[in-house]
């Protein structure tokens, strides 16, 4: 009977979402099949065959791909040195690196335009070092958006990585390494099948908030349409919800395949689990 009892406890969350999120992703799923009032795939034959979509779309995919390989690079360096301070410096430390997300991605983005503009703080620095004979063209493009989509999620990828590089016995590493292991082997063979779950949670968080974020690839893409903008586009600007719903499944088609493509990865480099 306790049992019984627990599950009721699920009742309230399951059925608030529900409403919230089941019943609108379904409409909109099912909207997308339609076309003057009758089944049809037309809509997904169009998006597909227009050279223009596509590239959106991939545009977005390695603007994403981008953001999450650079997140890594920067990310584990960092947790792995975090993870290994004091309880007091940890503290410290990941204090600071959560600051950033305090903080609002239009400032943010508005603070990179500043900086990255034609005659913003990079380009003066560089001519004035004589480095350049004439500003660098940063903005509106796919690099500035991913300047600003790095600095928006490298926090949870080194927070994610913490978690998880906390829990890691560093007397393992030690123990290969008096062995005559070579420090690369230590890494490819211990410490990164470790972190497959943070890799795997933390790319997972960074690749969907980098393929649906909208404010800055907006700021900082200017015409370099991603994704968001064009669903956003398709939306309000030109009223065009079928389109718009056909771009927003295809974003979690697009979302899922990531979601299984890196658990794929996850179980190479530790075939374990």
Same mark, same amino acid.
């Given at each position: 009977?306790?049992?019984?009892?627990? /599950?009721?406890?699920?009742?309230?969350?399951?059925?608030?979402?529900?409403? =919230?999120?089941?019943?609108?992703?379904?409409?909109?799923?099912?909207?997308?099949?339609?076309?003057?009032?009758?089944?049809?795939?037309?809509?997904?034959?169009?998006?597909?065959?227009?050279?223009? =979509?596509?590239? @959106?779309?991939?545009?977005?995919?390695?603007?994403?791909?981008?953001?999450?390989?650079?997140?890594?690079?920067?990310?584990?360096?960092?947790?792995?040195? @975090?993870?290994?301070?004091?309880?007091?410096?940890?503290?410290?430390?990941?204090?600071?690196?959560?600051?950033?997300?305090? %903080?609002?991605?239009? %400032?943010?983005?508005?603070?990179?335009?500043?900086?990255? &503009?034609?005659?913003?703080?990079? +380009?003066?620095?560089?001519?004035?070092? &004589?480095?350049?004979?004439?500003?660098?063209?940063?903005?509106?493009?796919? %690099?500035?958006?991913?300047?600003?989509?790095?600095?928006?999620?490298?926090?949870?990828? @080194? %927070?994610?990585?913490?978690? #998880?590089?906390?829990? #890691?016995?560093? +007397?393992?590493?030690?123990? *290969?390494?008096?062995?005559? *292991?070579?420090? @690369?082997?230590?890494?490819?063979?211990?410490?990164?099948?470790?972190?497959?779950?943070?890799?795997? !949670? &933390?790319?997972?968080?960074?690749?969907? &908030?980098?393929?649906?974020?909208?404010?800055?690839?907006?700021?900082?893409?200017?015409?370099?349409?991603?994704?968001?903008?064009?669903? /956003?586009? +398709?939306?309000?600007?030109?009223?065009?919800?079928?389109?718009?719903?056909?771009?927003?499944?295809?974003?979690? *088609?697009?979302?899922? !395949?990531?979601?299984?493509?890196?658990?794929?990865?996850?179980?190479?480099?530790?075939?374990?689990?």
């Amino acid at each position: 009977m306790k049992k019984k009892y627990m /599950y009721l406890l699920l009742m309230p969350g399951v059925l608030f979402l529900t409403v =919230f999120m089941v019943v609108p992703l379904a409409l909109t799923f099912a909207a997308t099949f339609t076309d003057a009032g009758s089944f049809s795939f037309q809509g997904y034959l169009q998006f597909f065959q227009n050279e223009y =979509f596509m590239e @959106i779309l991939f545009r977005t995919i390695r603007v994403s791909l981008v953001t999450t390989f650079v997140c890594i690079l920067l990310g584990f360096p960092a947790a792995y040195f @975090i993870s290994g301070l004091n309880p007091r410096m940890k503290a410290i430390m990941l204090l600071l690196s959560v600051f950033p997300l305090l %903080v609002s991605p239009v %400032v943010r983005s508005f603070s990179w335009m500043i900086i990255l &503009g034609r005659n913003g703080l990079l +380009n003066q620095v560089l001519m004035g070092t &004589g480095l350049r004979s004439e500003p660098l063209e940063m903005m509106y493009t796919p %690099v500035a958006v991913n300047i600003g989509l790095i600095h928006l999620f490298l926090p949870l990828m @080194i %927070v994610t990585l913490v978690g #998880v590089l906390e829990t #890691v016995d560093r +007397n393992l590493m030690e123990a *290969a390494e008096s062995l005559g *292991a070579p420090r @690369i082997t230590i890494f490819r063979k211990i410490l990164l099948p470790l972190c497959v779950p943070g890799l795997m !949670i &933390g790319s997972t968080l960074v690749f969907v &908030g980098s393929f649906t974020a909208y404010t800055t690839p907006a700021l900082l893409g200017g015409n370099q349409r991603v994704i968001s903008t064009f669903l /956003y586009q +398709n939306a309000v600007t030109l009223n065009d919800w079928h389109v718009a719903s056909i771009v927003s499944v295809i974003m979690i *088609a697009v979302t899922v !395949i990531f979601v299984m493509a890196i658990n794929k990865l996850a179980l190479k480099l530790n075939p374990r689990g």
